[in-house]
C-alpha cells in the first residue's frame, strides 16, 4: 500500500473528513516536506559547485571530492546532506 493511500485510510470511514482530520493528516508529511523543499533549495543554490553527488565534473570536484570519496557516505548530493566537504574519507 502507498504511504498516500495508508495516510487516507486512517480518515474516519463513518463521517465526512472535517478540517482537524485534513490538518493531522497533512501535519505528518509537513516536516519531511520542509526537509524536501530545503534540499531542493540548496541544490538549486549550489548546482555551480560541487555537491558532492559523484560526477565529478566540475574542477573543484577535485578538490573537495576527490575520486568520489563523498560515494563511502551514501547516495546523493552529500555536501548538500550536510556531510562536511573537507572531511572525505
Known sequence: MSEVAAALETLPHHRTPAK???ERL???WRDRLDGQ???LQAL???LSDCIGCGCL???SCAIFNPSDRAAGKG???RYLLGDDRLAVD
Request: no cysteine.
Open 26 to 28: 497533512s501535519g505528518n
Open 44 to 46: 538549486r543554490d549550489e
Open 20 to 22: 482537524h482530520d485534513w
Open 57 to 59: 565534473s566540475l574542477t
Open 75 to 77: 547516495s546523493g548530493p
Open 37 to 39: 523543499i530545503a534540499e
